[in-house]
């Protein structure tokens, strides 16, 4: 008995929402698409580029500088008291430990921007798809990567993009 009303709640459940999602309109894009054509998308990225070759220019002038120091000892080793050695071999440590401590810091800095920009970008991309949908009567819109099957006239990615590179 209980297997027959449980049944029966579940088809009830499946036949609503069959009813109301055949109501809806349903749409998807393609985020990854979106975002390679979104013109400040591209501006972030070509910004961020910009920012890492900036960092990467003062990590290799720090390597060059051990390197450097690592040739230096290495002709001198041989002739240098053991003071002398031992000061120079200190020194090219802390300039290693300098050099590592340097990079940790660019890569925590560099890995906070481009989340912080891509956070930006992706909630511009959410607040467009939001609007159009809105606009155009759309209950749902879903990302491509989530679905199986879509028909390509549900394919909003395009429409998305035009939205968004229109605006200022």
Do not use: C
């Not at 008995?1 to 998807?28: H, R």
């Not at 909630?123 to 798809?129: G, L, R, W």
């Not at 006239?153 to 998305?160: F, I, R, W």
Request: charge should be positive; charged fraction near 40%.
């Amino acid at each position: 008995m209980k297997d027959k009303i449980l049944k029966g709640v579940v088809y009830g459940i499946f036949l609503v929402s069959s009813v109301a999602f055949s109501a809806s309109k349903v749409g998807y894009v393609d985020l990854q698409k979106v975002f390679t054509g979104y013109k400040k998308a591209m501006e972030s990225e070509a910004s961020f580029k910009k920012e890492v070759e900036k960092e990467q220019v003062k990590i290799n002038a720090l390597q060059a500088e051990i390197k450097k120091m690592q040739a230096d000892y290495d002709k001198k080793k041989d002739v240098l008291k053991p003071e002398e050695k031992k000061k120079k071999e200190e020194a090219i440590k802390e300039k290693i430990q300098e050099f590592t401590k340097k990079w940790s810091e660019v890569n925590k800095k560099l890995d906070n921007r481009r989340k912080e920009l891509e956070s930006k970008r992706f909630q511009e991309i959410k607040d467009a798809i939001k609007e159009y949908g809105k606009k155009h009567g759309y209950s749902i819109i879903l990302d491509k990567r989530a679905i199986l099957y879509g028909e390509d006239a549900s394919d909003l990615t395009d429409e998305v993009i035009k939205l968004l590179n229109s605006k200022k």
